[in-house]
């Protein structure tokens, strides 16, 4: 993972830089596919072609973290340059960046069932809840403070996910904090959490990335564990799936189809119904459609899917063959 810009402080620079050490030492182990950590399952059907993207050559692209696509048919970027967010039309033409500031390390990205967008900043400790215009409709935790959310704030926040009721899910604990999945109202009011560390049903190792399927059940990829857990939106335990890779980053698109990223395998996997590899594509590389960490993913119309890589860095484009 890319370690934090030279303009902030030594002391994060060092905590940062010895939580990511052995994520790095991973993805440095892995300059080709590694057949323990890839699925043995069809291929996609899909290729890479450049992401088309139109970036003028005096705006900044950082290390992209996490991509969507919107009711409006734009692509929205956060990344870890000066520009944390930046939207462009169906062309690839950039229409506008905001969150300049704003972010520490900027890390997940959502939209929610109403169309509002959602990002996680993992050291600046904040979830931000805004509507397309980039109005900041809501934040949860504090600024460069992390705590515990019974005190309002938060301790590293990966990922999060809405459900039909409007109901906020959060993963936290990116490798200092407790890592937990805390549950919140819509106006961001703490209600539980769950979790904790651990190898056993409902505990965690960097809890990354979360979803809510149709019914309301709660997806977490559970990195460091390699495996999805599932829970109902009460904290109850359901059943889990294991993976070879790291599961990165989960997407349901329109209709209900899970998808998920995996790591430094560097692969798109398209998941059954339990959980099982159906096809994949990707692998780890520097060539094109190769992966750094292949981080969180978006399906655009068509089918196209979009994939933030963190360390190569790029934003990754895949079509159909």
């Known amino acids: 993972m890319p370690l934090p810009r ?13 939580l990511c050490l052995s994520s790095t030492t991973m993805a440095q ?50 990344n870890r340059g000066p ?18 500031g704003d972010y520490v390390r900027p890390h997940g990205m959502r939209l929610d069932p109403e169309g509002y967008l959602w990002t996680t900043d993992v050291n600046g400790h904040t979830v931000r809840k805004m509507n397309l215009d980039g109005e900041v409709l809501l934040t949860i935790g504090k600024m460069g403070e992390a705590g515990e959310p019974e005190d309002g704030l938060l301790f590293e926040p990966t990922d999060l996910t809405v459900n039909a009721a409007g109901e906020v899910f959060v993963l936290v604990g990116h490798g ?14 703490f209600l539980m959490k769950w979790g ?31 495996r999805i857990q599932i829970f109902d939106d009460e904290g109850g335990y359901i059943k889990e799936w294991h993976y070879k890779g790291l599961p990165c980053g989960l997407h349901f698109d329109e ?42 993913m978006t399906l655009a119309p068509g089918g ?15 079509i159909h063959n």
């Not at 409902?202 to 460091?224: C, K, M, N, W």
């Not at 099982?276 to 060539?287: C, D, I, M, N």
């Open 6 to 18: 030279l303009s902030e402080s030594l002391a994060p620079f060092l905590t940062a830089l010895s």
């Open 29 to 78: 182990a892995l300059p080709g596919p590694d057949p323990l950590q890839m699925e043995d399952v069809p291929d996609l059907g899909y290729r890479a072609v450049p992401h088309g993207l139109d970036i003028p050559h005096d705006v900044e692209l950082g290390a992209a973290s996490s991509v969507v696509w919107t009711s409006e048919d734009h692509l929205i970027l956060f």
């Open 83 to 100: 520009n944390p967010l930046m939207e462009f039309d169906p062309r690839g033409r950039l229409l506008r960046t905001w969150g300049q």
């Open 176 to 189: 200092r904090g407790t890592p937990q999945l805390l549950k919140f109202d819509r106006n961001g009011r």
């Open 196 to 226: 904790g560390p651990g190898t056993g049903p409902g505990q965690f190792d960097t809890p990354h990335s979360i979803v809510v399927d149709q019914e309301g059940l709660i997806y977490v990829a559970d990195r460091q564990n390699r």
């Open 255 to 296: 209709d209900g189809q899970l998808w998920m990223v995996s790591g430094f395998a560097g692969e798109i996997l398209k998941l059954d119904e339990n959980g099982k590899p159906l096809a994949a594509t990707g692998e780890p590389g520097k060539a094109l459609g190769e992966f750094g960490e292949a981080h969180y």
């Open 304 to 318: 196209v899917i979009y994939v933030a890589d963190t360390i190569k860095p790029d934003l990754h484009k895949f």
